[in-house]
């Protein structure tokens, strides 16, 4: 993750190893608590500019994140610590290892801000402009653990029909429709009850809520834009088997998954390659509603993702800004008059959310902002933002657009 690889990409080959649990629990808690990490590191070591080599630098966080945050032993932290650094070949290391864990001082409170909130600067200053009432205790929702949402396949049942057949003694709590609910104790994939057997699916409690909000009809033709993976692409098909679905992203082979789950699942949906930004994939046929889960920061999934802390800059923000504007731009053009686009993504940042909307409205004379309300959603001067919830739902932005003429 700190070379720059996503978290979920580099976990992906633990899924299936013995210890997947700890593995799992320390990088998630390593990167939840990075910045308060860093600054103890950082006042534990004689000289902590030296310590550029980031093998023995996360061996180093891994070890202090086990001493301040897990209840494991300090004798058992020091001589897997000096183990591990062994194993990755950085010998030279294994004195400061050992030297620096255990003259580690637990008692240090946190005293920079990105310490304290856990958040890289630029982030918390933007959320206090934003929501300067709330920043606070939205950064403290952003760094708990996310619980596991879940949908029930439509072409089975519901929530009342999975829990009757195989979730007697689950505790759980339901969504905001028949199909949604939120274990309140998470399970692996592989210990889910009946989800070998197309009845469940992993996805988040507000994520779910795009498709309900299109709301497509019996035979519209229906456009996910950077569809990939595939999540929304195959609700559409469990729920809306009558509507012709067309999904792209300009990287169809991030959609494998997509694959596997319609196999699964026994439903019907792929992602072709195509870049929205252009219209080379398009074959002329105008679109009834369009899905636009646009790009972005990802900052409303700092939950499950919170090596996102790392690796976005400001910069990011605008870059990505720049380019949801091309896309909304440009799937216009393939709306029909009297069609819904549906503008969503995963950030909570003005940048990315109702900015770029209202830009967008400003010079599209057909275009204009339809009334939409979500629950626990608030209003923003157009579209609606979902602020993540602790044990609830992660944070997105959703705006609904009906096209009036050509």
Not at 5 to 15: C, G, I, K, N, T
Not at 105 to 113: F, I, K, M, Q, V
Not at 169 to 180: K, V
Not at 185 to 205: C, F, G, M, N, Y
Request: glycine content about 6%; hydrophobic content about 40%; charged content about 25%.
């Amino acid at each position: 993750m700190v070379a720059g690889s996503h978290l979920q990409d580099v976990l992906a080959e633990f899924d299936s190893h013995m210890h997947r649990g700890l593995i799992y629990e320390i990088t998630f808690g390593v990167l939840r608590h990075w910045f308060s990490l860093n600054e103890l590191l950082d006042r534990t070591l004689d000289q902590p500019r030296r310590l550029n080599n980031t093998l023995t630098k996360c061996a180093l966080l891994a070890g202090i994140y086990q001493l301040a945050h897990m209840k494991t032993p300090s004798y058992a932290v020091v001589s897997e610590s000096v183990r591990v650094v062994r194993q990755l070949k950085q010998r030279w290391a294994t004195g400061l290892v050992n030297a620096t864990l255990r003259n580690c001082s637990l008692d240090h409170r946190p005293s920079s801000a990105s310490a304290v909130h856990e958040a890289p600067r630029w982030l918390i200053q933007a959320l206090q402009s934003e929501h300067p009432d709330q920043w606070s205790t939205l950064l403290r929702t952003l760094r708990t653990r996310a619980p596991l949402a879940l949908r029930v396949n439509a072409r089975r049942g519901d929530v009342d029909a999975y829990v009757a057949k195989f979730g007697s003694g689950l505790s759980l709590r339901t969504g905001f429709d028949s199909y949604s609910f939120t274990l309140a104790k998470p399970l692996p994939r592989s210990e889910l009850p009946a989800h070998s057997e197309r009845w469940v699916t992993i996805q988040d409690e507000t994520s779910q809520r795009a498709i309900s909000i299109l709301d497509p009809r019996p035979h519209d033709r229906v456009l996910d834009a950077c569809a990939a993976p595939g999540i929304k692409s195959l609700q559409l098909a469990e729920r809306h088997p009558d509507i012709e679905l067309v999904s792209i992203d300009v990287d169809a082979s991030a959609s494998a998954w997509l694959d596997q789950e319609c196999t699964r699942l026994g439903v019907a949906a792929n992602v072709s390659s195509g870049d929205a930004t252009t219209l080379d994939w398009w074959d002329g046929e105008m679109f009834d509603r369009i899905l636009l889960d646009a790009p972005c920061s990802g900052t409303g999934t700092l939950r499950r993702h919170p090596d996102i802390k790392i690796h976005r800059r400001p910069a990011d923000v605008d870059r990505v800004a720049r380019l949801q504007s091309e896309l909304l731009r440009n799937l216009w053009r393939t709306l029909k008059p009297g069609g819904t686009l549906l503008y969503t993504t995963c950030s909570i940042l003005e940048r990315e959310n109702q900015c770029v909307v209202e830009a967008f409205l400003e010079c599209t004379s057909s275009a204009e902002s339809a009334p939409l309300s979500v629950a626990e959603g608030c209003s923003r001067t157009v579209g609606q933002l979902v602020l993540p919830q602790e044990g609830g739902g992660d944070g997105f932005y959703f705006c609904l657009l009906t096209k009036t003429r050509d």
